[in-house]
């Protein structure tokens, strides 16, 4: 298809682990991905597919000069900071990227011909709140923030359902639960820096390479006592936005829907997984409970059904370990392909 015929999407943060899916998924499906990104964590050779555009997501005019210049009719909107731990300790950081910048996104679209927003929400807005401890999670559940990370995330959902009553945007608030894997292709997977995600620090801790893993309490009220988490391939999630982007929804809508699987995987067992896929134990301590871990994070994902007709096609755990081995045994980029002595053994595809 010729790069001029195609719909363009802007997608902040597109430089990042999941943005970078979703633009490869983008451009598979006949999308033009215009990733626009500050590369404070994310890697500009990951970002291979569509057009790229420098810049801070907090900077309404720069945001707006991309929208005209590619004309583009929907966002998607990823860039923001991720790790919870420095949410706690740097609240002020992620309320000023993370919700400023938003608010710096919303003013951009107010004056513009943008009919649609997907923003990348998750599931700390829920926190411990108000439910038994192996229950399921579904959207209308009590929203309880356990960190400034997940304040921002619900902050962020608040004002853009608000925008959308006010601008006639309508928007799908994604809530991601742990999402995992690497593209099957091998050239782009998950280069966190620092890393905080169980799957990569356990591959990283079987190859002997990364620190010992801790796994973080045994006595939870759970089959074999440790956290309970909803795996979902990066794949999948990409996927996820791709539907998000084009379902019908009247202007002024705002929709918030889970992305997950349904099945919760426990620590042990996530760390077994990566054990088959290395054909050997990875070695773990047990460490003390981590505050506000809750024991058991599983969505409901009965309405991304029902409004988006996706659901989870790839999120085997196995598979989803088997797909990030692969990218963490060859890394293109990040502090793993730095390692590596930063040879480019992955030829980009476009
Ligand atoms: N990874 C998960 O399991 C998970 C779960 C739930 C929600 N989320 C959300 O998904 C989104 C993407 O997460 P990720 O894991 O891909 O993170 P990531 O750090 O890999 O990607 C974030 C991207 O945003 C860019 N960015 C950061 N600040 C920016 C700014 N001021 N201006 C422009 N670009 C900026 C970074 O350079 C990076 O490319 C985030 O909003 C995150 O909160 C992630």
């Not at 999308?31 to 500009?44: A, T």
């Not at 590619?70 to 923001?80: D, N, T």
């Not at 760390?271 to 290395?278: C, K, P, Q, S, Y």
């Amino acid at each position: 298809m010729d790069r001029g015929t195609r719909p363009a999407v802007l997608v902040t943060g597109g430089a990042g682990y999941i943005g970078t899916h979703t633009a490869k998924a983008l451009y598979e499906q006949g999308f033009l991905p215009v990733v626009f990104d500050d590369l404070s964590s994310g890697f500009r050779e990951a970002a291979r597919w569509g057009a790229f555009v420098h810049g801070d997501i907090r900077d309404a005019r720069a945001l707006g000069e991309a929208i005209d210049a590619h004309g583009v009719k929907a966002v998607i909107h990823f860039a923001g900071l991720i790790e919870v731990g420095r949410s706690v300790a740097r609240p002020d950081l992620f309320w000023d990227i993370n919700v400023s910048g938003t608010v710096s996104l919303l003013a951009a679209l107010r004056e513009r011909d943008v009919d649609r927003l997907v923003f990348s929400s998750s599931a700390a807005v829920y926190g411990q709140g108000g439910r038994g401890p192996l229950e399921t999670i579904g959207e209308d559940a009590p929203k309880a923030p356990a960190s400034p990370y997940g304040d921002t995330k619900l902050a962020c959902e608040w004002m853009i359902a608000a925008a959308c009553r006010a601008y006639g945007l309508s928007a799908v608030a994604l809530r991601y639960f742990n999402a995992a894997g690497a593209d099957p292709s091998g050239e782009i997977g998950e280069a966190h820096e620092p890393e905080t995600h169980l799957i990569p620090l356990a591959i990283a801790a079987g190859l002997g390479r990364g620190k010992p893993l801790t796994v973080f309490g045994q006595d939870f009220d759970t089959p074999d006592g440790t956290c309970l988490r909803d795996y979902i391939h990066v794949s999948d999630l990409a996927a996820a936005h791709v539907a998000a982007l084009q379902v019908d929804l009247p202007a002024g809508a705002f929709e918030a829907v889970n992305v997950g699987t349904g099945q919760g995987r426990s620590v042990l067992q996530v760390v077994e997984a990566v054990g088959r896929a290395l054909g050997r134990p990875v070695p773990y301590a047990t460490g003390a409970r981590r505050a506000g871990d809750p024991p058991s994070l599983v969505a409901d994902p009965a309405r991304a059904v029902e409004l988006l007709n996706w659901s989870a096609k790839c999120s085997d755990l196995d598979r989803i370990v088997t797909d990030a081995l692969r990218w963490e045994q060859d890394p293109a980029y990040g502090a793993g392909h730095r390692a590596q002595g930063g040879r480019l053994s992955k030829a980009p595809t476009q």
